[in-house]
């Protein structure tokens, strides 16, 4: 399985992106997909994720209300819709897939790993 992640880009504070991550292969609308964000000299953090059927989402605490993951498998891909953003949301936004299907927090759950989009968001 191989991943894309895109949709990244540079916005003001208070404004919105949506990234999308596309999924190769006839399985991938059979796994689990997850979002997690790299800022500079941090750890990898999870942002959000949801099953592979779309039934389930969790998200971090500190982007509650304010991100959306959805997904579309007849496209074979995983959106993530990022509004009212701040600067501390700035990053490299990678997506995950998850053979288990089932929603997850923690990175070393996941077995394919995209490329990341960088978001830049300005004060």
């Known amino acids: 399985v191989q991943l894309q992640a895109s949709g990244g880009g540079l916005v003001q504070a208070g404004g919105s992106l949506r990234l999308s991550c596309v999924g190769s292969?006839?399985?991938?609308?059979?796994?689990?997909v997850g979002w997690l964000r790299q800022a500079p000299g941090k750890e990898r953090e999870f942002q959000a994720s949801?099953?592979?059927?779309?039934?389930?989402?969790i998200y971090a605490d500190t982007v509650k209300g304010r991100f959306t993951i959805s997904r579309d498998n007849a496209k074979n891909t995983v959106y993530l819709q990022l509004n009212s953003l701040k600067s501390e949301d700035t990053g490299v936004y990678y997506c995950?897939?998850?053979?288990?299907?089932?929603?997850?927090?923690?990175?070393?759950?996941?077995?394919?790993w995209g490329q990341g989009t960088l978001v830049t968001v300005s004060s």
């Open positions: 995950a897939a998850s053979r288990g299907g089932l929603v997850a927090t923690t990175s070393r759950v996941y077995d394919y």
């Open positions: 292969g006839r399985n991938f609308s059979t796994y689990a």
């Open positions: 949801i099953s592979w059927k779309g039934s389930t989402t």
